[in-house]
């Protein structure tokens, strides 16, 4: 009878989930809002609703929530999409997450809690909900707006910070019995692991990909794909680490394959299934009553939480140069929290370092900042006029002071020989060495596990050992070579460049950096090797079987190391050359109109920087039209005529090749950009324009782009063709209009054509 209760209780979850997930949508709230209901009402807690009582069997069901809720997660974070968003964006969010971190320890204090309990309450408020903060944004009219956009680019990045976070506390309470570790050698064991991880799985998974995508079967690869999954978070798990982590990393690795769009669309089923087990299962845990007996924590809580956040993530946003305007309105949209406050409060809980009574104060708190910021962002102009009429003149003269030095230090950071010549040499650097951390640290876990297992039943441990470890340190041979050549060169390139500047012999400086080098090199070494799973006499034979093996493979070495540096590269080169092919899927659906699209970069001093789109007339001066505005990371698609132009925006222009020339030079010299944006949202569809009373009204006066979204490129009539037309343009019945946009949006373009009725603005007209 247990697999048929098991049954009931799935059963009972997924409809439960389901109602309260539809009636949450009709009242504008968060889905998880209604599973977090759901499972609180059905929950052994709440009689006599208690319809689950097994709460164990659909936590261990819950667990498989969690690893396809990070995967999806990953899928959405991939490496490019990350270069994208710029560097500012990235330290902006570690910096507010850090300021958070200070905050609500300082809080911690105050209250009398303990280091460690404070560590988990600072981890809860470090993450927003990015669903919640996208919806606001869209509700607001801010998706074109910078500040939106910052506030995306930002929620986004704090799952990272999120990952990290469970990571560490994870491994903190695992090693809680032996004394925990310091924070910065949790985070560089972190690091070891995700490198270690994330190279071994780049040479593997994009093979194994290519493979199921040429036998041409999705439920091979799906089937697969899952297994692959659950055996990279099981990695995690027993390398001290969480399921999180593991499932998070392999989507953020998929992300980057060319077979990402077939894995996501395979995997969404289940991962809509099994993350709402997920949040069904949290409420579960939840007793009313805590909640009502902890409702002062739950208010002044809130409070904190949304005044912290909003001041950390504005004064981040400040930091690396965003107007303080723009700073402030992205950190109000921040303020909601998410799935990960759940996640973390869960470890917390279960790791007893939390009082029970938290799984109720997270999600009472996180209700109420999901229900607060809406309300608050409405009001944001207003408040934000107020804050800086009380803010002192002297913090504006400071930091525009501030701003002119970061715009300055910028350019003359670009400036420096010495930098561009050896960034890409000292990255590779930290990579390899992270790589070779990683493989030392927890080659010891692998070798108790071979050990355990049939294959070295036979073997004498002491035999198993010295061949483990001599062929670890075969594999440590590679990166250690390329990371001394790599200083080498460094050197080198310092040492030429100091000569010109000094009198000192370049000779000699090379030879001391060379120097500091080797020292540094051998610390490191000393500090990662385990000494203790061989004697001293094995460590010696170890040493002169590696140092025969460099002598006389020396060369041999360099070839293997290098065609492993070109397998990595090559993945990142697949992606790039299928993003940057001139075949863009809408773009095919043009046909004979001869347009092309080409994407460009606008630098920090091009002369449409700060302006919109309608003060460029981009499309009556040059004939084409800016389809899209890449924005760390996000695009936006079919942008408004008073969307503004910045500084590192990639541009997308549609028109023929010389009406996009005269748009580059006349929009102030653009950059060619390297590859495409991801433009898979956005479609190109030919729509005969109905009889009804829209006919001779012009563009401008349809309000088209405002009603519904879409852009219209093109208009064919009776053989003639008007390529990105102009506002003035008259629309009759039976004319082929060329539209661009989400399919959303052109679904709803062609269902407003057939009940048009006349813009406000224009009745009468």
Not at 168 to 194: C, K, M
Not at 390 to 411: D, K, S, V
Not at 419 to 445: P, Y
Not at 678 to 684: H, K, P, S, T, V
Request: proline content about 4%; overall charge neutral.
């Amino acid at each position: 009878m247990d697999g048929i209760s098991f049954i009931q209780d799935l059963a009972i979850v997924l409809l439960g989930a389901g109602i309260a997930g539809v009636l949450c949508k009709r009242i504008g709230l968060s889905v998880i809002v209604g599973y977090l209901v759901a499972g609180i009402i059905i929950g052994p807690h709440t009689p006599p609703f208690s319809y689950v009582r097994d709460i164990e069997r659909i936590q261990t069901l819950s667990q498989l929530g969690l690893v396809f809720l990070m995967f999806g997660i990953g899928l959405g974070l991939s490496l490019t999409r990350l270069q994208k968003m710029g560097l500012s964006t990235l330290v902006a969010t570690g910096l507010g997450a850090f300021l958070v971190l200070n905050l609500t320890q300082l809080l911690g204090k105050v209250a009398g809690w303990e280091a460690e309990k404070s560590l988990f309450v600072a981890a809860m408020f470090m993450v927003s909900s990015s669903a919640v903060i996208a919806k606001i944004i869209k509700e607001l009219n801010l998706l074109h707006e910078r500040s939106g956009q910052l506030a995306l680019g930002v929620t986004v990045l704090e799952d990272i910070v999120a990952v990290v976070m469970l990571a560490v506390l994870g491994a903190q309470v695992a090693s809680a019995e032996a004394g925990s570790p310091a924070i910065g050698t949790l985070l560089v064991g972190l690091l070891a692991f995700v490198v270690l991880l994330g190279i071994t799985c780049l040479l593997i998974i994009p093979r194994l990909l290519q493979r199921l995508d040429g036998k041409a079967d999705p439920e091979l690869q799906t089937i697969i794909v899952a297994g692959v999954l659950f055996f990279v978070a099981l990695t995690a798990v027993k390398s001290g680490y969480s399921l999180a982590l593991g499932a998070f990393l392999l989507g953020a690795i998929v992300a980057e394959m060319p077979q990402r769009g077939g894995v996501e669309k395979s995997f969404a089923g289940m991962r809509d299934i099994f993350s709402s087990v997920f949040f069904v299962s949290i409420g579960m845990m939840i007793e009313v009553k805590l909640m009502l007996g902890v409702w002062f924590w739950i208010l002044a809580l809130t409070v904190f939480t949304m005044a912290a956040r909003a001041l950390s993530t504005g004064l981040a946003l400040m930091v690396v140069g965003t107007p303080p305007r723009e700073a402030r309105r992205a950190g109000l949209a921040l303020m909601p929290l998410g799935e990960f406050t759940f996640v973390i409060a869960g470890l917390g809980v279960g790791a007893q370092v939390l009082p029970p009574e938290f799984y109720s104060v997270a999600v009472g708190v996180s209700i109420l900042t999901v229900l607060l910021t809406p309300l608050i962002n409405r009001w944001a102009e207003p408040l934000l006029v107020k804050i800086e009429r009380a803010e002192p003149r002297l913090f504006h003269r400071a930091l525009a002071i501030y701003h002119n030095w970061l715009a300055q230090l910028a350019c003359a950071h670009a400036g420096r020989v010495w930098w561009q010549l050896s960034k890409k040499r000292l990255a590779q650097v930290a990579l390899e060495m992270l790589f070779i951390t990683g493989l030392l640290i927890f080659s010891e876990r692998l070798l108790g596990a071979f050990l355990q297992s049939p294959l070295a039943v036979t073997w004498r441990p002491e035999t198993a050992g010295l061949l483990f470890w001599a062929a670890i340190g075969i594999m440590v041979l590679f990166p250690l070579i390329a990371i001394w050549r790599n200083l080498a060169a460094t050197a080198m390139i310092f040492a030429e460049l100091a000569t010109k500047r000094s009198r000192v012999p370049g000779p000699l400086v090379e030879n001391c950096l060379k120097g500091l080098n080797a020292v540094g090199l051998g610390y490191w070494l000393a500090y990662i090797l385990p000494y203790e799973s061989l004697p001293r006499w094995a460590w010696i034979v170890i040493a002169v079987v590696l140092v025969l093996i460099f002598c006389i493979f020396y060369r041999r070495l360099i070839k293997l190391h290098s065609r492993w540096q070109s397998d990595l590269r090559d993945v990142f080169a697949e992606v790039k050359h299928l993003e940057a092919s001139p075949a863009t899927p809408w773009l095919e659906k043009t046909g004979s109109w001869g347009l092309s699209v080409q994407e460009f970069l606008v630098p920090a001093r091009a002369a449409c920087v700060g302006r919109s789109i309608a003060d460029l007339r981009v499309r009556s001066e040059f004939g084409c039209t800016i389809v899209e505005i890449d924005r760390q990371g996000y695009a936006i698609i079919a942008p408004e005529s008073t969307q503004a132009i910045y500084p590192g925006d990639r541009l997308l222009l549609l028109g023929r090749p010389e009406q996009i020339a005269a748009a580059r030079t006349g929009l102030g010299q653009l950059q060619e950009a390297e590859g495409f944006s991801n433009f898979d949202q956005a479609r190109l569809e030919r729509i005969v324009v109905p009889p009804g009373p829209h006919q001779g009204g012009s563009l401008a006066d349809l309000q088209i782009r405002r009603q519904t979204g879409v852009l219209v490129v093109g208009i064919e009539r009776s053989g003639e063709r008007i390529e990105n037309p102009e506002g003035g343009q008259i629309i009759d019945e039976g004319d082929e209009l060329l539209v661009l946009g989400t399919p959303e949006q052109v679904r709803h373009f062609k269902r407003w054509f057939t009940d048009f009725q006349w813009p406000q603005a224009t009745q009468g007209g």
